[in-house]
Structures are given as structure tokens and as C-alpha cells.
């Protein structure tokens, strides 16, 4: 479920663009301002808001460290802001001097893409800020840009309706003429590498004017060559797409519409999850916090609302008789009241409370421990509550629990799962300690991990706790 936590309305004009750091959010409008907040309250920063553009404020974007902040402008510059002062730190002019519509950083923050009214790609190598090579496709403009997780490679997309992938010399890897009937709004790669075999792949996803979300796979093959195939054609909304993105963890997947709604999608089954109507007008701008369940989404009517995801485990993962039947580790001394009045040994109830038993102790209770320090003087006794205590530890174990919720290094259930850069998903903890341990190879594949990078696998914690729920 989402709830709507809060909506900011400082902008006097539409809204086109949020994007989240780590610990700020900041946005950007026709009112030729950006506004920066704080991600934990959504207080606006006293250096807020920043003004230096002449006119509209099309794009913001962070760099991974958050340090900084790009913003692009009909002026025909790209600003670079500090996040630490609010003061301007570059101002980079496109070449040919058109109205720039489009900026995004590369992960490692190396590099700028910048695109402009004319068609034309600028890319700067930012910690010089010098420009390092230009690129165009005539006859269009170009709107989207992002660049892949190993930023090595970056994808474009232009009112001509085409998707193309650039390396950083500018070379065109591959174009999908007529991505989009009538143009692209907006597109962004998946957050993860997959690998298998020859094969490496990338996901992108797209939308355009022809109310289509679409999700695409990029195979680079053993050869060097790239291939883009189809593979999700998302039809929740009834008119123009203008914006999408992916969540950290790549398994969500969120859009804007000129009809005024929001859609979020499980990205990896194509399934509609969520149809978000709050917004009056069209909704231009949609971005995922890295850090927590939030989206943001901005619109025509000025405002940005702030939403927040539930991960299901409201009630500390308690099923409807009260107690969570899955992980009696998790039991509270309450719980293991209630257990102990539905298993007829009422008689231990008090002496439990008492002694602070909640489901770990219950769990580690030994015929010594019962007699010695909780004083349960009848063998009977003793012997029928840990013949029911294994019972339990062998119902939750004939429980089922999905594999895709087991860590792969300590095949237990997943607590703060995380997605490396092999793209599987592993307990933090563990995946941590194999890093340090294993030389950055992957506990799934044994290739070498591209990144020691972690992402939050918040998609995957929410369906757990959906599962422990319903348990």
C-alpha cells in the first residue's frame, strides 16, 4: 500500500523534475528556481531555493556523493550546484548555444551528459568540467537520458521517437528507430547488471507520447555487438507517459501521466501494483529515494507530493491471530502468552512473563534452564513444553519459505536484503562479510564482482514481510 506523507507547494509554476540523494531531494520548475530538501522531514534547506537560470529549470540531478547538483536550463547552460553552500560552482554552455532539456551523471560521477533543443549531446568530464565530446541527431530534440550502471554507456531519447546507446566516445552502439510513436518523454536504466554465460544485460525503461511504458533489455553479446529486445509493454495509463523511474533495487518501476496519475509496477513480472491519484494536472516528474520506501512525484499543478511505500511489516510482521507463525525468533513475550494459552499450558504463562520469555529465549529453553531457573518442578511438565517447542521449530521449517527469500550464502530467510552487482540478492550482513572475505567475487557466479556497491532491495523486503504476514 502507499500512503501520501506530505506536498510541497513552493513553486509558482509546473514542476519538471525531482531527483533524490541519499539524504536531500531536490526539484526544479518553470519558475526558473530549484528547491532542495531535507529527505528526512522535507524541511526546505536554508540555502533553498537556488536561482541562477534565466529561464525554466528543465532537469536536475545528483552526483553519486551527493556533493554536488546539475541543472539544465532553456538558457542553454548546465549549472553545477554545491549541496554543502547552495553556491554555483560551474556554469557549462552547451555548444551552439540551444536550450538544453536533458542532464544526467554517470555512477562513478566522472562524466555529464548534457542534451539539447537542437539535437545536439554534449559530454563533460566533470571533475575538470572541461567539454570532452559532442554528438547530434538532426531533426529532433533530445528529452531523456541516462546512463548505464557501469557508466560506461548512456542512453538517449528524442521527440523523433527513437532510443539510442552511446558510448563515451560518442560512437552509436545501437538505435531502435520508432521506440516510441510521436517521441520519447523520458528513459532510465535499471540499476543492475545481469550476467549469464556470453551474455551481459542491461535493463532500460522508456515511455513516450504514445501513453506506452515499455521495458527493454540491451544484451551485449561476447562479440562486442549490442541487441535490444522488447520486453514489457506497460498500458496503465490513458494518455502521454512524461516521466519514469526505477526504484534502487530495480524492482519497482514508477510513471507520470498527462492523465494525472501515478503507476507503480512490480518491473521484473510487468504487474501494476499502484494507480496514484492525487495530482490536478499532468505529472511531469516521478523519482525513488535511495535509501527509503519514498517516491516523489511533481506535476503542472505546482506541487510535488511525497509518498511513502509500506513494506508490510506493520505490526512487527503479526499474522491475524496476533503472533507471526513464520519466525518465532520474532515473537514478542506477549506472543508467547498467547502460545502458551493455545497449547493448554496455561500454568507457564505468568512464570514466563516474569522471567522476560520472548520467541529467541522460548526458542533456546532447555530441560536444565526450565528447572534451574524458572523452576518448573514437574518432569511432565518440562518434557510436554519442549516437545512442543520442537513441534514448532519443525512447523516453521515445513512452512515453505519461497527461495527467492533465502540468502544464497546463509540460505536463511532475508532481513535487509540487498542486490549486488551480480544482480542477485543477499542478508547485507552476509554478502559484507563474503566481500571482505572472497576478493569482490560472486558467491553466484564466481566472476568478479564490477562493484562492491550494495543497493537496498526494498521491493524484496516488502514482499517478505507481505509472506510473514500472511503466515
Known amino acids: 500500500m502507499t500512503s501520501l506523507i506530505c506536498t510541497l507547494q513552493?513553486?509558482?509554476?509546473?514542476?519538471?523534475?525531482?531527483?533524490?540523494?541519499?539524504?536531500?531531494?531536490?526539484?526544479?520548475?518553470?519558475?526558473?528556481?530549484?528547491?532542495?530538501?531535507?529527505?528526512?522531514?522535507?524541511?526546505?534547506?536554508?540555502?533553498?531555493?537556488?536561482?541562477?537560470?534565466?529561464?525554466?529549470?528543465?532537469c536536475c540531478c545528483f552526483s553519486t556523493c551527493s556533493q554536488f547538483l546539475a541543472s539544465c536550463s532553456t538558457d542553454a547552460t548546465t549549472v553545477i550546484w554545491s549541496m554543502v553552500s547552495g553556491e554555483i560552482e560551474a556554469v557549462l554552455e552547451h555548444p551552439g548555444r540551444s536550450p538544453v532539456r536533458i542532464c544526467a551523471f554517470s555512477p562513478d560521477s566522472l562524466h555529464l551528459v548534457s542534451g539539447a533543443s537542437d539535437g545536439t549531446l554534449a559530454l563533460w568530464d566533470f571533475p575538470s568540467r572541461q567539454l570532452r565530446r559532442t554528438g547530434a541527431v538532426n531533426d529532433t530534440t533530445m528529452v531523456a537520458c541516462s546512463f548505464s550502471p557501469c557508466?560506461?554507456?548512456?542512453?538517449?531519447?528524442?521527440?523523433?521517437?527513437?532510443?539510442?546507446?552511446?558510448?563515451?566516445?560518442?560512437?552509436?552502439?545501437?538505435?531502435?528507430?520508432?521506440?516510441?510513436?510521436?517521441?520519447?518523454?523520458?528513459?532510465?536504466?535499471?540499476?543492475?547488471?545481469?550476467?549469464?554465460?556470453?551474455?551481459?544485460?542491461?535493463?532500460?525503461?522508456?515511455?513516450?507520447?504514445?501513453?506506452?511504458?515499455?521495458?527493454?533489455?540491451?544484451?551485449?553479446?561476447?562479440?562486442?555487438?549490442?541487441?535490444?529486445?522488447?520486453?514489457?509493454?506497460?498500458?496503465?495509463?490513458?494518455?502521454?507517459?512524461?516521466?519514469?523511474?526505477?526504484?534502487?533495487?530495480?524492482?519497482?518501476?514508477?510513471?507520470?501521466?498527462?492523465?494525472?496519475?501515478?503507476?507503480?509496477?512490480?518491473?521484473?513480472?510487468a504487474v501494476l501494483l499502484y494507480r496514484l491519484k492525487q495530482h490536478e494536472r499532468y505529472v511531469t516528474a516521478c523519482a525513488f529515494s535511495p535509501t527509503s520506501p519514498l517516491i516523489a512525484t511533481g506535476s503542472m499543478d505546482k506541487t510535488i507530493n511525497i509518498w511513502r511505500l509500506e513494506d508490510?511489516?506493520?505490526?512487527?510482521?503479526?499474522?491475524?491471530?496476533?503472533?507471526?507463525?513464520l519466525l518465532v525468533s520474532d515473537w514478542s513475550e506477549d506472543d508467547v502468552s498467547e502460545w502458551l494459552l493455545e497449547e493448554g499450558l496455561e500454568g507457564l504463562v505468568d512464570r514466563f512473563k516474569a522471567n522476560n520469555i520472548d520467541g529467541t529465549e522460548l526458542l533456546s529453553l532447555t530441560k536444565e534452564t526450565l528447572a534451574s531457573e524458572l523452576h518448573v518442578e514437574s518432569v511432565g511438565l518440562?518434557?510436554?513444553?519442549?516437545?512442543?517447542?520442537?513441534?514448532?521449530?519443525?512447523?516453521?521449517?515445513?512452512?515453505g519459505i519461497p527461495d527467492e527469500f533465502l540468502c544464497p550464502i546463509t540460505r536463511e530467510l532475508m532481513k535487509e536484503p540487498v542486490i549486488a552487482a551480480d544482480g542477485y540478492s543477499y542478508e547485507k550482513e552476509a554478502i559484507e562479510s563474503w566481500i571482505n572475505t572472497k576478493n569482490r567475487s560472486s558467491p553466484m557466479t564466481n566472476l568478479p564482482l564490477l562493484t562492491t556497491l550494495l543497493t537496498p532491495n526494498h521491493t524484496l523486503k516488502m514482499a517478505i514481510g507481505r509472506w510473514k504476514t500472511s503466515q
Not at 513444553?385 to 513441534?391: G, N, Q
Request: proline share 2%; glycine share 10%.
Open 312 to 325: 508490510g511489516c506493520g505490526g512487527n510482521g503479526r499474522a491475524s491471530g496476533g503472533r507471526s507463525k
Open 151 to 269: 557508466s560506461q554507456m548512456f542512453m538517449t531519447g528524442s521527440t523523433y521517437g527513437d532510443l539510442r546507446l552511446w558510448d563515451l566516445r560518442m560512437n552509436q552502439l545501437h538505435a531502435e528507430k520508432n521506440a516510441h510513436d510521436l517521441g520519447v518523454s523520458c528513459c532510465t536504466f535499471a540499476p543492475s547488471i545481469l550476467s549469464g554465460g556470453q551474455v551481459v544485460q542491461f535493463r532500460v525503461a522508456s515511455c513516450g507520447q504514445d501513453s506506452l511504458l515499455k521495458i527493454w533489455a540491451i544484451n551485449k553479446l561476447s562479440s562486442g555487438a549490442y541487441k535490444m529486445k522488447l520486453l514489457h509493454t506497460l498500458t496503465g495509463q490513458s494518455a502521454p507517459v512524461l516521466s519514469c523511474a526505477y526504484s534502487s533495487d530495480g524492482q519497482l518501476l514508477v510513471s507520470g501521466s498527462v492523465d494525472k496519475t501515478v503507476t507503480i509496477y512490480d518491473a521484473e513480472n
Open 10 to 58: 513552493h513553486h509558482q509554476d509546473d514542476v519538471n523534475w525531482c531527483a533524490f540523494s541519499a539524504k536531500l531531494l531536490a526539484t526544479c520548475s518553470g519558475d526558473k528556481t530549484l528547491r532542495i530538501y531535507d529527505a528526512r522531514d522535507f524541511s526546505e534547506l536554508p540555502f533553498s531555493p537556488l536561482t541562477g537560470h534565466g529561464y525554466s529549470v528543465h
Open 382 to 399: 518440562r518434557s510436554k513444553l519442549l516437545r512442543k517447542v520442537e513441534e514448532l521449530k519443525s512447523d516453521s521449517v515445513c512452512l
